[in-house]
């Protein structure tokens, strides 16, 4: 049975280099999965086609890998993702950052660090600052990762001074990880600012800094004209659990789930889980009810459950006598109970949903084809423009693939049966010296 498990894996593999070979084919997801847990004989196999393809092929590769490995948590590029941050090409560069945002070898922290100094293109070098920001959270845990994290820390503090607005921004959003006392100016600066670009980097260190000293200013802002700052004021609220914020959120979501875009309505329905209490929960199960057809919004609903679930355990343990300074005061309690919870937003949903114009339903391609293969076309296919409905579609439909636990290629993984001895394996590179000129070495097309 492992065997026949084996040559199966064997042969996709190779079904999946034949293919990204061939430039006029496009890649399926599943093709995509054979890419995963490179190493050894297969890894080099795949770096002699690499290195001949073409730069639109490589992003081709590099961007499917990424929304897959969105999709679907089981899969690891990080062996392409490493070979990637090599290339020309900085929109591979940037996304192979993305695709490697949870790796903490040593090997891509020196690597990520070289990129947020000197790599050319910006866009790169804030990916790697966001990257660097990452290790920061490791500060508390094992020796080995306090040694990185402070490696990251240095780098960051020698950007701090460089002059560019955007490289500076994503900097202070690095170092709020850990609340470092030198960015709390520029926090404050960024939140009172007339430029809404530094308001929304100001929110998301806020986001990233979980320090409630900013509530009065994530509140001022829950109403903003500009829905980009909007949107991120609603995420620290949410983070912060903000009770002020609370009725804002909850009739948000009670009364414009439909008209909102999609990142407000997942960033709502992630703040009211946050909160938590029994409206939250029941205009939660609302909403699933109303999305139920939307497969793409499972994993937004689990998420939620979870937050309600941690919510009410906060909320038992704020009961005790010894814990009731650090859930919170009485004051607040009270405001809470005398306007939060005097309005029904349960009923108010309901109503909502109650007069929601009729649903149109909609022509779409075959869906099996949308799902299996990523198109890269540049062009438009609404060649129907010119014939419009009269009648409001009521929800805007998801356009996420959806995952089957039957797609995935379980010979690739393994058993992990000692977790301290993976400790020692993620870190077996630490030993080989870094190339600053690996980036030089590959062959150019």
Request: net charge negative.
């Amino acid at each position: 049975m492992e065997n026949k498990r084996m040559k199966n894996s064997n042969s996709k593999f190779s079904e999946g280099l034949e293919t990204l070979k061939n430039s006029q084919r496009e890649l399926t997801y599943k093709e995509v999965q054979a890419f995963s847990d490179l190493e050894t004989d297969r890894l080099d196999q795949f770096v002699k086609v690499w290195n001949y393809l073409s730069d639109k092929r490589k992003a081709m590769l590099t961007e499917l890998m990424f929304i897959e490995s969105y999709n679907n948590t089981m899969v690891d590029f990080s062996a392409v993702a490493l070979l990637a941050l090599n290339e020309r090409d900085p929109f591979v560069r940037r996304i192979s950052l993305k695709l490697l945002s949870e790796n903490r070898k040593r090997t891509f922290l020196e690597k990520a660090i070289l990129l947020s100094r000197s790599d050319p293109d910006l866009t790169v070098r804030l990916e790697a600052i966001s990257v660097l920001g990452f290790f920061l959270t490791d500060m508390e845990k094992s020796a080995r990762h306090r040694e990185k994290a402070n490696a990251a820390l240095h780098a960051l503090e020698m950007l701090q001074d460089v002059d560019d607005p955007a490289i500076q921004m994503q900097v202070m959003e690095a170092l709020a990880y850990i609340d470092q006392p030198g960015i709390l100016p520029k926090i404050r600066a960024c939140l009172a600012s007339s430029d809404d670009f530094a308001i929304c980097a100001g929110l998301r260190a806020v986001q990233n800094s979980l320090n409630d000293q900013w509530s009065e200013d994530v509140l001022d802002l829950l109403d903003h004209t500009n829905p980009d700052i909007q949107l991120e004021a609603v995420k620290a609220a949410g983070l912060l659990q903000l009770k002020k914020a609370r009725p804002i959120i909850f009739r948000m979501l009670a009364t414009e789930f439909d008209s909102v875009d999609n990142e407000m309505l997942e960033a709502l329905i992630i703040a009211a889980s946050q909160f938590g209490g029994e409206q939250a929960k029941e205009m939660i199960e609302e909403l699933e009810e109303v999305f139920e057809d939307e497969e793409d919004m499972t994993d937004l609903f689990d998420e939620a459950k979870s937050n309600l679930e941690f919510a009410a355990f906060q909320e038992k343990l704020a009961q005790h006598p010894d814990l009731q300074a650090v859930f919170g005061n009485e004051d607040e309690a009270e405001w809470e109970d005398e306007d939060s919870e005097a309005i029904n937003y349960v009923e108010l949903m309901r109503e909502h949903i109650e007069n929601l114009p009729p649903f149109v339903e909609q022509v779409e391609d075959d869906e099996d084809d949308y799902l299996d293969t990523a198109s890269f076309d540049d062009d438009d296919d609404d060649d129907d423009d010119d014939e419009e409905d009269d009648e409001e579609i009521r929800l805007k439909p998801h356009h996420h693939r959806s995952n089957s636990m039957l797609d995935i290629d379980w010979s690739q993984f393994r058993i992990i049966e000692d977790l301290s001895h993976e400790d020692d394996l993620l870190d077996d590179e630490d030993d080989i010296t870094f190339d600053p000129d690996a980036d030089k070495k590959h062959p150019k097309k």
